[in-house]
């Protein structure tokens, strides 16, 4: 069964901390990972990898994939209160469906 | 209208009863999606659809049925609702199935 464990549950740090997110999967046939960032309502795309080792980076967060061990982080530095949110992680197998890990929830405290 | 409008925002309804969850994008993406939001549980896939006037199965189809007459709406159908669809339905679109998706703003529904 097609499966996406994200870590930590909640994570609670202080403005200007840098935190790793982490998900692991397990899924037949590996397309791609996506990672989503979901404040009050709708989730929104932030990364999408599909090769081992290449980071993608936009401003203070970055991503990377590792398809032997089965997993990606997140990385947010220099974490500000509007970084807040509830960060998801999408694993993609073969065909077009995608399954979502739970989330972590981060809370950047002032 | 700009990206994915869904209505109503929130809802409450009778347990029995049928209900209609509407879902509208003007992106002209291809592919369509029905997912639920539930507590520990995460996002979960309903039903699908590639292009317009193709449906698929998703993970917890049972109950719930859609449409796809036209590539700009997606309508996700309750029969007759029970209380364990009590739940947060987001629709999204993406250009081709597979690609990143866009979410809709999300419907709170309360079966009663």
């Known amino acids: 069964e097609d499966k996406v464990v994200q870590s930590p549950l909640s994570l609670v740090v202080h403005e200007g901390d840098t935190v790793t997110l982490n998900c692991s999967y397990e899924v037949t046939n590996f397309r791609s990972l996506l990672w989503y960032k979901q404040e009050k309502k709708a989730p929104t795309f932030l990364f999408m990898l599909?090769?081992?080792?290449i980071e993608k980076k936009s401003g203070r967060l970055s991503s990377i994939l590792d398809k032997k061990e089965l997993f990606s982080i997140l990385n947010i530095t220099a974490t500000q209160t509007g970084d807040s949110a509830v960060y998801l992680c999408a694993v993609r197998p073969t065909g077009n469906q995608f399954y979502f890990g739970t989330g972590t929830s981060l809370t950047v405290i002032p | 209208i700009a990206g994915i409008t869904q209505a109503p925002t929130s809802q409450i309804l009778a347990a029995g009863r049928r209900m209609t969850l509407r879902c509208t994008q003007d992106m002209r993406h291809n592919a369509m999606y029905w997912y639920r939001q539930d507590l520990g549980l995460g996002l979960r896939l309903i039903h699908y659809s590639n292009t317009a006037g193709t449906t698929g199965k998703g993970e917890v189809p049972d109950g719930y049925s859609v449409s796809r007459a036209n590539t700009d709406d997606f309508p996700l159908t309750l029969a007759s609702a029970v209380p364990s669809q009590t739940s947060v339905y987001f629709c999204?679109?993406?250009?081709?199935?597979?690609?990143?998706?866009?979410f809709g703003p999300g419907t709170r529904l309360t079966v009663l």
């Open positions: 999204a679109s993406s250009v081709l199935a597979g690609n990143e998706q866009f």
């Open positions: 599909t090769s081992s080792g």
